[in-house]
């Protein structure tokens, strides 16, 4: 099974839109595993982490704790997860192809059908039965900078709405 979330409820057929990242319009979707990434307003900015194969002892202490993923968000973010609605679209995994298997990527050619649609109306709530911490930052540079030198694995979503890097 394999997901896409919006802030739309009703959608009844995805259609395959152009992006930057492909070469031809596609439909995309996330697994289960990643689907903690995009448990956010659409246009939230995030830095989201988790250990791979790679990550050392000393990374996943200082980042992890004993969280199994981290996604964090800027303070200035809170209110709007803490009251969005969410819709987590259920696609069948037949048509699409992985393109990133770090961030879960996966990617259909052709318009998919939902299998069905739930409402997630507790954003903070399920990423915290997921095992996921959610940390409330200020500012995402310093982490954003720190993870993407680290042997984490992670993505970061959606920067460009994020507080401009401090020039101090």
Do not use: K
Not at 3 to 13: E, L, M, P, T
Not at 66 to 92: D, F, G, K, N, P
Not at 130 to 137: E, K, S
Not at 146 to 158: D, E, G, K, M, T
């Amino acid at each position: 099974m394999l997901f896409h979330v919006s802030d739309a409820a009703d959608i009844q057929r995805f259609e395959p839109r152009p992006s930057t990242l492909t070469d031809a319009p596609v439909v995309w979707a996330i697994d289960d595993q990643r689907l903690r990434n995009y448990l956010l307003p659409r246009d939230c900015p995030r830095v989201t982490y988790y250990a791979g194969a790679q990550t050392t002892a000393a990374d996943r202490a200082a980042f992890l704790e004993s969280a199994t993923a981290v996604v964090a968000i800027e303070e200035q973010w809170l209110e709007r997860v803490r009251h969005a609605r969410l819709y987590v679209y259920e696609l069948r995994r037949d048509t699409f192809e992985c393109i990133d298997e770090c961030a879960g990527y996966f990617v259909s050619r052709v318009a998919v059908d939902p299998l069905g649609v739930r409402l997630c109306a507790d954003p903070i709530g399920e990423l915290d039965q997921r095992g996921v911490a959610v940390r409330v930052l200020p500012d995402l540079w310093t982490l954003r900078d720190a993870v993407v030198v680290s042997s984490l694995r992670f993505s970061i979503i959606r920067m460009r709405n994020a507080r401009p890097r401090s020039t101090t």
